[in-house]
């Protein structure tokens, strides 16, 4: 069974979005209609939507840079949590892994700018801490949070973009294995650190903690593997000796 429904194809990458995230809309629907009625439930819908096309863009800004660079993108998935552009490969040249992981967060930026000065947004911590007050008009929300999404990715861990802008900072100068062991550890830390918030605080934190830390291990153990493996030759994978049998010989 496919958990994710393919909803077109854009510059070829095809967008996916998980059930997931249908069922995320759903529930904010349900529960802003069950405390504010029909037409905060339909603001919050729209609201999100918005929101998450604003995701979209921002995975976007990764895929036409790494276009620039050579590297397709075969897909994008949209998750309650933010999107996933599933990259053919991260080039190791520090620069161009650097322009493509600040691409993403400059795209959120620009949206928030074009919402200040064309719409006349007004991005104040208030809209940002309170996505879901319909007393705040949704524009100011829309603009607070792309710049928070923006911030938030620059954390200097991974999964987030942050994390690999110091990886392509460090490799430069101590290697790409090593650059991705430290960017990795910081990722794990920051996950420990959410995880801690979220027991105190807010549940959902824990699940994004979960997420940093499955995906920061990953990535240093596919390179690591990639380091390993690099420079090793087909034929030491290779099977060359071979058993035969007659056409007549029993299977015993």
Request: proline fraction near 5%; charge should be neutral.
């Amino acid at each position: 069974m496919s958990w994710s429904l393919n909803i077109g194809t854009v510059a070829g990458t095809v967008v996916r979005v998980h059930l997931t995230f249908l069922l995320f809309l759903a529930w904010i629907f349900a529960a802003s209609y069950a405390q504010s009625g029909g037409a905060a439930a339909w603001d919050s819908v729209a609201f999100m939507v918005l929101l998450f096309l604003c995701v979209l863009l921002h995975e976007f800004g990764h895929i036409f840079t790494a276009r620039a660079f050579g590297v397709t993108t075969p897909y994008v998935t949209l998750l309650p949590i933010g999107g996933v552009a599933q990259l053919e490969r991260i080039p190791e040249e520090p620069g161009q892994e650097f322009l493509i992981a600040i691409a993403g967060p400059l795209v959120n930026v620009a949206i928030a700018l074009l919402l200040v000065l064309v719409a006349g947004a007004h991005p104040h911590a208030a809209a940002a801490s309170a996505i879901d007050n319909t007393q705040i008009p949704m524009l100011d929300r829309l603009a607070a949070v792309n710049l928070f999404i923006a911030v938030f990715n620059m954390i200097p861990a991974f999964p987030m973009d942050g994390g690999r802008v110091l990886r392509a900072a460090l490799a430069s100068r101590l290697g790409y294995v090593r650059a991705t062991g430290i960017a990795a550890a910081i990722g794990q830390f920051v996950a420990y650190a959410l995880g801690f918030i979220g027991l105190l605080f807010n549940p959902i934190l824990i699940f994004i903690a979960i997420f940093v830390y499955l995906a920061a291990s990953s990535e240093a153990h596919m390179v690591a593997l990639r380091a390993v493996s690099r420079g090793v030759p087909v034929s030491h994978a290779m099977v060359t000796q071979f058993a035969t049998l007659a056409p007549d010989a029993n299977v015993d």
